[in-house]
């Protein structure tokens, strides 16, 4: 008999149907034996070991310094609780088993099943009371258990309330034991996933400590961080209440960055960086590989959070169908109302409810959740980003420009950021498919196949779609690419641009390469529009051929299978929309991964190029043997060969030659930048390098030299003294603590230097590398930071330098002459002369130069004094005014800082309260005058009111019973279902098109708009504005604009439209719903507008903390090679991870103030739903169609989606509209003044003369800085030759730039030929003059396009411009000729050379007024002296204004104006100033041909 009741049991449990009554004990029966079977070998296992720890015991055993009593968290207590309680449930369920209460046919069965429960429950119940008091989380099998269990009371609880319904029966006690012992699971679910227990350990002397070992490795200052999130209990992770406290901040006043809380540890940048550096780690371990995959990488750092959303997921999936499942029961009782009685009744709506709650608390869960996890992965992303740019090899660099880069950071980052969002849609969609199919087949029998044909059909349509769209999606990133690097080079490169009168040019480019953009997003929005008539279509076609096949079948259509059809086919447009979005995302997100894989594994600066020995191990500082280096890891072309270089400790070592001869290689190669193929590199002690371009940081001057360095007022003194900054920052009103503005652009080019040597000097390193750093400074200062610099503070250095003034060469203990990549020749200066190889020539064009200025010495007077009096006057003054400074400092009141003055680049503009309705109206108005937008509202309500006549004609014409016959013939009604369902299908066509359409033509004139505002805005703009703001706006916000913002403004129209209908429906059945929905509705718009002063405050916050990031970045890849050499990768790591944490703050509490907007919502909205089914079921019989009821239900199901849709729809479209907000900004920027004035253009042979006359000029570059030049009354004389000189700060740059009217006068005038240049458009004057400006600039293209970028030369003039400007011969020796490429920046091209191109721009223009602006600092002296040849003879009968610090190319000037502190000090010709000993001009020719004779004799005392 036993073994007949065993075989039935295993016959049982093979033969699982739906309609078997012993189905659920079959499945809970193994899980419970499952279940003790691995306690019970877990407690085996654990009690070999405690035996075997018991033999090893030793006699020694520690003893407890501190005894310590244990405290049971929140989590611990409520679990053992909820345990206590579902043993009870389950004890009270095997009594009813044993009293022969239950459906199965089998007692064994259902009675050892719930043994089995019992069982497992006690064992749990004991397990979490005996927990070991070191247990932080509780352990994975009582959690997994919790987790199954959860599931099997749903089963359990849904099971016997549909048996209940199917035989008619009351509800008994047993289901109600069933809900009890549910929502003990549901809370031990969440518990489950929590994982802490909470378990504080009290010791003897009051020290409470939680059990949180996560935290224990960080140090002080991160424990001392404040994060709402990190310190929140269960309860308020659940209902998102740990945000209140913000939302009462924001609520009263708009938000700053100070008033957000911290991130958790757990979300911090520095946290996250180093957990995805262990990921790619493990997976180079295991993987045996150096270039790990991203993939795998990712996939570790994510897998723990993702498994838990998954889990959430899954629940919320499995919860929504519940509703739809349901409605035939409901629509069932409704019909037969009067013989089941109210209490199934009101037991399906608690079924109703209960389901929504689970699905509303998880659905909030997981999308938190993905949320969170995007921001990690996001985060990760970013810093190992910059991390790689600062290990970036040239070559490299070469390939991805900074703009490309910045795209990784903003665009690629975000679109993996939102895969992880989407990716729980995988686990999800299976489940909602199979939950819908068994719902289907309950209702509708083998129908439900027909539904799961049209369902994959549906499905594999939008398979090709997605690679196509992957497709468009490559092509918009490759074109947004290049658009980006074209705006990012025009940016960096402003002022040439406006010099030249090029912007335009350049405007019509980035609007082609914009253009070409908009052909791909076009396609890839038509496609989207193509997708959503699929998702709005695929129920009516699913429903159609569900309902065809079923007419032909004989299966009967009633009300109730016709409505629990029409809400599952709803329910299915969720994995059949979702399924093409995810295609779609992993499309994007694999072209985004990809692109990130290819720049990781970029190669990099060669990490052991160098070898660093201890500095008491060797004599030699710097020991090069048999040196092979190349700028690329190609061995064929080598830059630099045999190389073989040893400097001792203290040496003194100049390197000379002609452009381009390998002079700043061969540092590069000291520093480890270029890629060594063969030899040794070794170095004793730490470096400082000065590039040959000035690299400044944004900040303020103490912070660029200390550059990390703690503060050392003494020391810090001695160094600016020493680099001749003292008077510099007497003349800003903040002193040195003064803000520099981007790239130092309110700084002269000498200026940026000694801040640069500044920077070295004060990092008091062993070896100094210095690239020509006296280029850009005048004669008085070159030798003042020769003596006080590199012969004063430095003398016991090892000093490297790069000149090309002759004067600094005798000093060297050796000197290096480059020549073809190679060291030509080595030696004492004397030695070199002595060899007569081609270091004379060098020294002969200096001596030349030389002899020009002592014979106009000469021919104005027979002798010269020495140095004046009055210099020593200046000093002391200076350093009088610098005591008294310091001593305020000192006394710990430094200098006050006025905001106003001190600061060139302001804080970030940002709109404060709500959006404007301006804002809006633009937008919407911006294309047609917002004729479009009544057209896409018609097309949603003729789509809302088509959907809804379609359900209302299934609900009203098909019988509520099987008995009942249809009011007319089924393929009649089927007929009319389909004409107008497939008519709302085809306005959802039209409304996507529409929707597509306007936002792209929206977008496209919004940014063509912002372009021609940003182009047109004067450089004191650029001045003050990071190009990271910019680039920001032009990527980020721009992408918001392409792609979601017309979308998301639509939502807004379209859920209010749904809403109103589904408010319709469910009111011709109870208009009684009204009296709670209205104030429901009160309350949610209550919340929305408490909700939306913090959202938005956060919103705006998080997009202007994305700038900073990227400005970071691009100044981070400019001086990558200094921040090398100063070993400081890790401060600006660090700088980096704050950054991001500050950017981090706003984004992830905005996006989880939306959950918490939402979970209130869903609440409210739930509370409605339930409110009416209660109303349904204690109506009166008759009063109310069964089937209109069922279709309000129908509709009724989704309101809590809709109705918080409606509000999240609002306040996500007024965040994303804060993008238009900020493009519109920019859009607005004050012009300056016309490019063309039509009715004041100058003759065509304007200027004829070149006559340039200054009157009362006043120049300053910002209303609230000081004046720049002062009172300025002069006239250059046309066809002259005039000279401008003076010191470092002077004014001599910006007086050029007040003749092109870069910047506008304050006051006065300048005339040219009669004609005052500011009743003239822009590119009537600059076209019409030439500059060579201080800071060469190429642009990436070739050389012809360098050189004539508007086309208006022939390949003729261009080789006679190359070929005057000493640069024919080495661009013919290129393989491409004038069609050779020129790299970002012109990285590819020395810095000499670069300059050389522009003076080819100058030779092809041909103006009657040429300015140079330090045109020759960066050539040697021979070089030098072609180049002045070249200039007398090609502008003999011109206007030529040169500003030198080489006092050579101005001597032969026919005028010299010498400027001091922005005013006019001497304004003569050269002789007769050299006749006044006092004046300016005589004290620097003094200087310059004594410190060119005299040091040999400086070079001999300071050896002694």
């Not at 719902?439 to 059909?457: D, E, K, P, Q, Y």
């Not at 981007?742 to 040597?757: A, D, H, L, V, Y």
Request: glycine fraction near 6%.
């Amino acid at each position: 008999m036993l073994w007949e009741d065993l075989s039935n049991m295993v016959l049982c449990a093979t033969s699982l149907t739906l309609g078997s009554p012993c189905m659920l004990e079959n499945v809970m029966l193994p899980v419970g034996i499952g279940f003790l079977s691995i306690w019970l070998i877990q407690i085996i296992i654990k009690g070999v070991e405690s035996i075997r720890k018991r033999k090893n015991k030793v006699s020694d055993q520690d003893t407890e310094i501190h005894p310590t009593v244990l405290e049971y968290g929140l989590a611990c207590k409520t679990s053992i609780f909820c345990c206590t309680l579902l043993l009870a449930v389950h004890i009270l369920l095997l009594l009813m088993v044993v009293k022969g209460e239950t459906q199965c046919n089998s007692k064994l069965v259902v009675f050892t099943s719930e043994t089995v429960l019992v069982l497992a429950w006690a064992i749990t119940l004991i397990s979490v009371c005996k927990m070991p008091k070191v247990n932080v989380k509780f352990p994975w099998m009582i959690r997994s258990w919790w987790v199954c269990s959860f599931f099997l009371c749903i089963i359990n609880l849904a099971f016997h309330s549909h048996f209940r319904m199917s035989k008619k029966k009351q509800i008994g006690l047993r289901e109600y034991a069933d809900l009890l012992g549910l929502l003990a699971s549901t809370i031990l679910l969440g518990i489950s996933i929590w994982g802490r227990t909470g378990i504080v350990l009290i010791a003897t002397d009051g020290i409470s400590e939680p059990l949180l070992s996560e935290k224990s490795g960080k140090d002080s200052e991160s424990l001392k961080r404040e994060s709402l999130y990190g310190k929140s209990t269960f309860l308020q992770l659940i209902t998102f209440s740990w945000l209140n406290p913000l939302f009462a901040v924001g609520y009263k006043k708009a938000l700053e960055q100070s008033d957000i809380p911290d991130v958790a540890i757990e979300d911090s940048a520095e946290f996250l960086s180093s957990s995805f550096d262990e990921s790619i780690r493990n997976v180079k371990e295991a993987d045996g590989t150096t270039n790990p995959s991203i993939y795998k990488a990712i996939y570790l750092f994510a897998r723990k959070k993702a498994l838990i959303n998954a889990c959430f997921a899954v629940v919320s999936a499995a919860a929504s169908y519940v509703g739809p499942y349901l409605i035939t029961d409901f629509v069932s009782f409704l019909a037969e109302k009067g013989s089941l009685g109210l209490n199934e009744g009101y037991l399906l709506s608690l079924g109703f409810l209960c389901a929504k709650m689970i699905e509303t608390i998880t659905q909030r869960q997981w999308i938190f959740g993905a949320r969170q996890a995007g921001l990690r992965l996001r985060v990760a992303l970013i810093s190992h980003i910059y991390k790689k740019g600062l290990n970036l090899s040239s070559k490299s660099r070469q390939r991805h420009s900074g703009g490309e880069i910045m795209n990784y950071m903003s665009v690629d980052v975000q679109r993996i950021t939102d895969f992880m969002y989407y990716i729980n849609v995988i686990w999800m969609l299976p489940v909602q498919v199979t939950l819908a199919v068994c719902i289907l087949h309950t209702n509708l029998g083998l129908g439900s196949l027909a539904a799961l044909a049209a369902t994959l059909t549906v499905m594999g349509m939008n398979i090709p779609l997605t690679r196509i769209q992957k497709r468009y999606q490559s092509k918009i990133m490759e074109a947004k690419d290049n658009r980006m690097k074209a705006t990012s080079e025009v940016l960096r490169n402003m002022k040439t641009l406006k010099l030249q009168a090029w912007d335009t040019e350049f405007q019509n480019r980035l609007e082609e390469l914009r253009a070409t953009e908009s052909i791909w997003l076009w396609k890839s929005l038509r496609q989207g529009a193509f997708s959503a008539f699929i998702f709005w279509g695929s129920p009516t076609f699913i429903s159609l051929v569900t309902f065809w096949v079923c007419m032909l079948m004989g299966i009967e259509l009633t009300a109730g299978r016709v409505l629990s059809a029409f809400a599952t086919f709803r329910m299915l447009q969720d994995p059949i929309f979702n399924l093409p979005d995810l295609l779609n995302v992993v499309a994007q997100g694999k072209v985004s991964v990809d692109r990130i894989a290819s720049y990781l594994r970029e190669e990099e600066v060669q990490h052991n190029a160098i070898e660093y020995v201890p500095r008491d191990h060797t004599q030699f500082d710097i020991v090069i043997e048999k040196g092979r280096f190349s700028w690329d890891s190609e061995p064929s072309n080598p830059t630099l060969d045999g190389i073989d270089l040893r400097v001792k400790r203290g040496m003194k070592v100049a390197l000379c030659g002609t452009v381009g001869s390998g002079k700043s290689s061969l540092l590069s190669s000291i520093l480890g930048e270029m890629y060594k193929q063969s030899g040794t590199v070794k170095i004793g002690g730490t470096k400082a390098y000065v590039p040959q371009s000035p690299w400044i940081l944004t900040g303020n001057f103490r912070d660029n030299i200390t550059f990390g360095k703690e503060y050392n007022s003494v020391k810090y003194e001695k160094t600016i003294e020493a680099c001749a900054l003292i008077k510099d920052f007497e003349l800003f009103s903040c002193g040195d603590l003064t803000e520099i503005g981007e790239r130092g652009i309110n700084m002269s080019g000498g200026q940026k230097q000694r801040i640069q040597i500044a920077r070295s000097v004060y990092q008091d390193a062993d070896i100094y590398l210095f690239d020509d750093p006296f280029s850009a400074v005048d004669a008085h200062t070159g030798s003042h930071l020769f003596k006080e610099c590199l012969m004063g503070v430095l003398r016991e250095k090892t000093i490297l330098y790069v000149t090309h003034q002759v004067e600094f060469l005798p000093a060297a203990d050796l000197i290096l002459v480059m020549q073809n990549g190679r060291i030509a020749q080595a030696g004492t200066f004397e030695q070199l002369l002595k060899q007569n190889i081609g270091f004379e020539v060098l020294v002969g064009a200096h001596n030349q130069a030389l002899e020009s200025i002592l014979m106009v010495e000469n021919s104005s007077r027979k002798t010269l004094n020495s140095a004046p009096e009055g210099e020593s006057n200046d000093n002391s003054q200076s350093n009088s005014e610098l005591s008294h400074t310091q001593h305020n400092i000192e006394q710990g009141s430094p200098p006050e800082i006025n905001e106003k003055e001190g600061k060139l680049v302001q804080d970030e503009e940002r709109e404060r309260g709500s959006i404007s309705r301006e804002v809006y109206w633009t937008y919407l108005t911006t294309v047609k005058g917002g004729a479009l937008v009544p057209l896409i509202l018609l097309a949603q309500s003729s789509f809302q009111v088509l959907q809804v006549a379609s359900n209302y004609w299934m609900a009203w014409v098909c019988p509520t019973s099987s008995d009942a016959k249809p009011t007319f013939k089924m393929d009649f009604i089927l007929l009319v279902y389909m004409a107008l369902s497939v008519g709302s299908a085809f306005c959802v066509l039209l409304r996507a098109i529409l929707v597509a359409k306007a936002g792209l033509w929206t977008a496209q004139k919004l940014f063509i708009n912002m372009l021609h505002s940003i182009l047109r805005a004067p450089m004191s703009f650029f001045d003050s504005t990071p190009h990271g703001r910019i680039l920001n706006r032009a990527s980020t916000d721009q992408s918001v604009l392409d792609l979601e913002m017309a979308t998301k403004l639509g939502w807004c129209a379209f859920s209010i439209i749904q809403i109103l209908g589904t408010i319709a429906v469910m009111s011709q059945v109870a208009w009684q719903v009204f009296v709670i929905f209205i104030p429901v509705t009160a309350v949610c718009v209550w919340y929305q507008r408490y909700y939306t002063p913090t959202a938005r405050e956060l919103a705006r916050l998080s997009q202007i903390q994305i700038a900073p990031i990227l400005h970071h970045f691009a100044e981070s890849l400019a001086g990558v090679a200094s921040i090398r050499a100063f070993d400081q990768e890790g401060r600006f790591v660090y700088s980096n991870l704050e950054l991001i944490d500050s950017y981090s703050k706003p984004w992830f509490h905005n996006v989880s103030a939306m959950e918490w907007l939402s979970y209130r919502l869903n609440l409210l909205s739930n509370f409605v739903f339930a409110f009416s089914l209660v109303l349904l079921v204690v109506l009166p019989e008759g009063i109310i169609n069964p089937s209109i009821a069922g279709l309000a239900v129908t509709y009724g199901i989704n309101l809590n989606v809709l109705q918080a849709s409606v509000i999240w729809n609002i306040c996500n479209a007024e965040n994303k509209m804060i993008s238009v907000e900020r493009i519109i900004q920019y859009s607005n920027i004050k012009s300056e003044a016309a490019l063309v004035i039509e009715d004041s253009r100058p003759p065509n042979n304007w200027p004829e003369i070149g006559t340039i006359c200054f009157k009362n000029l006043q120049i300053r570059y910002a209303e609230h800085l000081p004046s720049v030049l002062k009172s300025i009354n002069c006239t250059f004389p046309g066809r002259k030759k005039i000279g401008v000189v003076g010191r470092t700060g002077s004014g001599k740059s910006t007086l050029i730039q007040a003749i092109f009217r870069i910047v506008e006068p304050w006051e006065g005038s300048i005339v040219i030929d009669d004609l005052d240049i500011c009743k003239i458009g822009l590119h009537d004057l600059r076209l019409r003059l030439s500059i060579i400006p201080q800071d060469p600039t190429m642009f990436e293209g070739t050389v012809r396009g360098n050189l004539d970028p508007l086309e208006q030369h022939s390949d003729k003039e261009v080789w006679e411009a190359l070929d005057k400007c000493q640069l024919g011969q080495l661009v013919r020796s290129k393989q491409e000729k004038l069609q050779a490429s020129v790299v970002e920046n012109g990285e590819n091209w020395s810095a000499g050379q670069r300059q050389l191109f522009c003076l080819g721009r100058a030779l092809l223009k041909k103006s009657s007024i040429l300015v140079l602006d330090e045109a020759t600092a960066s050539v040697d002296s021979a070089t030098d002296g072609v180049i002045q040849k070249i200039i007398g003879q090609e502008f003999k009968d011109r206007t030529v204004v040169t500003i030198a610090h080489r006092i050579h190319t101005v001597i032969d000037s026919d005028l010299v104006l010498v400027l001091s502190d922005g005013k006019i000090a001497q304004f003569d010709a050269p002789s007769k100033l050299l006749e006044r000993e006092d004046s300016f001009f005589s004290k620097l020719i003094r200087e310059y041909s004594r410190r060119s004779q005299s040091f040999i004799s400086l070079a001999t005392q300071n050896g002694q």
